[in-house]
């Protein structure tokens, strides 16, 4: 089972920062938080990932509380193609699997 | 930028019959995966394969499910009779290196058993 809690969903106005929450309770030491996200019906897409630190690539960024307990991600301007769901997924180092949840279905509108 | 190509993107079928769903992982990767997506529901793990062998595998890949690498570049899972309930779509995988690094993922194939 997912090890992660997100919202349901979520709306952002076209333009706007979309800030993302996932918990994650019970992370342990050598477990990774990744984002991906999923536009109807097409394969997940890997945004980033982080262990304790905040990351930032072209595409979003993650923000990881001390504690790592939860996680934000951020996509800075968000566009209409930007509508999909986004999973947050808890893994750990040396492992294949990626267990997917239900995710956060982020509608962006004009 | 590389990526991973899959197909068929659509395969129809009937129940009984025997299906290969091909995989092209990005080039210069050594781990491969396959994950099912039943409509409606979460993306699930089936199987990951390196070194032409399975390296994990979950409850739902049974001994209907095969994988192989035929040759340097394809990865196919072969489902040797299929059942209503393998209907869904099958997204492959790969990354560079096992555990903490990043699987990409192929657009899918949509398969519906009849």
């Known amino acids: 089972d997912a090890k992660t809690t997100q919202p349901t969903s979520m709306d952002c106005a076209e333009g706007r920062a979309a800030n993302l929450p996932c918990n994650h309770s019970t992370i342990s030491g050598n477990e990774y938080v990744y984002w991906y996200r999923q536009i109807h019906s097409q394969g997940p897409q890997y945004i980033i990932h982080?262990?304790?630190n905040n990351e930032t690539n072209e595409m979003a960024s993650l923000i990881i509380t001390e504690d790592r307990k939860s996680s934000t991600l951020i996509l800075p301007h968000a566009t209409l193609r930007d509508t999909a769901v986004y999973y947050c997924i808890v893994r750990e180092s040396g492992y294949s699997t990626l267990t997917f949840g239900k995710g956060t279905m982020l509608l962006v509108s004009p | 930028e590389p990526e991973v190509t899959q197909t068929p993107s659509h395969q129809v079928t009937q129940m009984g019959q025997e299906v290969i769903l091909r995989c092209v992982p990005i080039s210069n990767h050594l781990y491969f995966y396959w994950y099912r997506q039943i409509l409606g529901q979460k993306v699930e793990f089936l199987v990951s394969f390196y070194n032409n062998e399975i390296s994990e595998k979950s409850e739902i890949f049974d001994d209907q499910f095969s994988v192989e690498r035929p040759d340097g570049s394809n990865f196919t899972l072969k489902i040797r009779s299929t059942k209503l309930e393998d209907s869904a779509m099958y997204f492959c995988?790969?990354?560079?290196?096992?555990?903490?690094?990043?699987?990409?993922f192929g657009p899918g194939t949509r398969l519906l058993v009849l």
């Open positions: 995988a790969s990354s560079e290196f096992r555990g903490g690094e990043t699987q990409y």
């Open positions: 982080g262990l304790k």
